[in-house]
């Protein structure tokens, strides 16, 4: 599970890095993570998370779920409650069920009737394709 940093081993086979496809990490709806998550896979929370999110590949937050933190990722698919900031360098798709406290900033966008925003919507390339310092990119 690539919840949580792990360093990048070298061996016969070379660094998993960057090479098949991406890591699916779950948060099941049992389970509450109090801390940030980083991932250069794919994260699905379907339970609550209080910190940042951060996922080189996707991020996935379903109906019942709720994260309280930024999100940062290449793409996100909110089903659930969001109370932060979600920038994704290429889309958000906002579900009918989805309800985010936070400002969005995105290439695209996709939403969905019923879905709800409080906050504001960027769609400025520029803004998007600039990563801030510390940000996942696909490449690491």
């Known amino acids: ?5 792990e360093p990048v081993r070298e061996g016969a086979e070379g660094s ?6 991406a890591s699916l990490s779950i948060i099941a709806n049992d389970l509450t993570v109090v801390g940030d998550l980083e991932t ?3 994260v699905k929370v379907e339970g609550r998370v ?3 999110v951060r996922a080189a590949t996707q991020v996935l937050v379903s109906k019942d779920a709720l994260i309280e933190g ?3 990722t290449k793409e996100a698919i909110i089903g659930g409650e969001v ?15 989805a309800l985010i406290n936070g400002d969005i900033s995105a ?3 996709v939403m969905l009737e019923g879905g709800r925003v409080n906050g504001e919507i960027k769609m400025d390339p520029a803004q998007v394709a600039q990563p801030a310092s510390g940000e996942l990119s696909a490449a690491t």
């Open 50 to 52: 209080q910190g940042a």
């Open 16 to 21: 998993r890095r960057g090479s098949g496809p």
């Open 70 to 72: 930024d999100i940062q």
């Open 107 to 109: 290439r695209r966008i």
């Open 40 to 42: 250069s896979g794919v």
């Open 1 to 5: 599970m690539a919840v949580f940093k």
């Open 83 to 97: 109370s932060g900031a979600i920038r994704a360098e290429d889309r958000v798709e906002i579900q009918a069920t």
